[in-house]
């Protein structure tokens, strides 16, 4: 075999194998997220949020006061929901990866059915997850509407380019949701169906 000859093979093995790894990168990466989002999901299920905690973004607990100031907000905002009964949580699709100034970011969806006082309400959130060690783990930050810019702004390093859905809420259950559950976003208008 010719210098040239095996040059040219050997590249093409290069980019082949890349490609590859690239896929399984991208692969690994969404397995992690789904992971992750999922104990987010039952640690807020179950009420543990001491495992809550360790599963949000350190800017949202440094923001808060400190772990136990954090762990104190979410139980009394949960006081408000004690007369109501989780149905369903469910992590949603993840609708953007992008690595951005040396870490991994996401947007994610979570779906949450529950019950009051015999009405069953279903909505969609956001969380942004954010990895800064090549995407084994993952920490965490809900997204209201109305607060991108500001959640920018505390946290410079989040990429100008993720695009932050409206939240949704509907009176039924998931299932009866998702039927007609369309992605929104609130600058351009701009929608897409989920696929769940």
């Keep these: 075999m010719n210098t040239a000859r095996f040059a040219l ?8 194998s890349s490609s590859s790894f690239s896929q399984t990168d991208t692969a690994m990466l969404m397995k992690h997220i789904q992971q992750s989002a999922d104990s987010v999901q039952l640690t807020f299920k179950f ?5 809550f905690a360790d599963l949000m973004h350190p800017k949202i607990i440094e923001l ?15 006081e408000s929901l004690k007369d109501a009964t989780i149905d369903t949580m469910k992590t949603g699709n993840v609708l953007q990866l992008l690595y951005h100034k040396g870490e991994w970011q996401c947007i994610v ?8 006082e015999q009405t069953t309400i279903t909505s969609v959130n956001t969380s942004i997850g954010v990895s800064e060690d090549g995407g084994l783990s993952w920490k965490y930050m809900r997204v209201s509407d109305g607060n991108e810019a500001r ?4 946290i410079p390093s989040l990429s ?9 809420t509907w009176r039924g259950t998931l299932d009866e949701f998702l039927k007609v559950y369309k992605v ?3 600058a351009s208008g701009e929608m897409m169906k989920a696929t769940n």
């Design 64 to 78: 808060t006061g400190g772990r136990e100031a954090f762990i104190s907000l979410v139980k009394r905002q949960m």
């Design 109 to 116: 969806e979570a779906f949450l059915q529950i019950t009051v």
């Design 9 to 16: 093979v050997l590249l093409l093995f290069f980019f082949c």
């Design 47 to 51: 009420k543990n949020w001491t495992k």
């Design 184 to 186: 929104k976003y609130p």
């Design 151 to 154: 959640m920018k702004s505390f």
């Design 160 to 168: 100008p380019s993720l695009k932050i859905p409206l939240n949704q």
